[in-house]
């Protein structure tokens, strides 16, 4: 694979929130990914990746009305465990929060570019 060539490389794990925080991949950073129907119980219940990410995304947001997920206590669990990681609340229905997402990877890139 050409990296040379990529400026974003995504890596995800399709196990467990457990591994993807457990082991360093030469990853630039950690981001923890959670959708609504998952339950906003996940930062507690996983606390290392949560703390270990640069950043957080909620994803499924659209779906909110019709699945049970305590935002407010999510958002809370989340301070607690990480108070200085930005989370990205995006729904992919109307693109809601996307933009600030995709704006955060890009601000990423710039400063990777920079740095080399």
Request: glycine share 6%.
């Amino acid at each position: 694979m050409p990296l040379d060539d990529v400026d974003v490389l995504f890596v995800e794990n399709v196990g467990n929130l457990v591994c993807p925080a457990e082991f360093d991949l030469g990853e630039d950073f950690k981001t923890a990914v959670l959708s609504t129907p998952e339950g906003a119980d996940k930062p507690l219940k996983y606390p290392m990746l949560f703390a270990n990410s640069l950043v957080v995304v909620l994803t499924k947001t659209d779906l909110l009305p019709y699945v049970r997920f305590d935002m407010q206590l999510f958002r809370k669990d989340i301070s607690s465990i990480n108070p200085v990681a930005p989370v990205y609340e995006v729904d992919l229905i109307n693109g809601n929060g996307l933009g600030a997402w995709l704006g955060f990877i890009a601000q990423k890139i710039e400063e990777k570019r920079k740095s080399i």
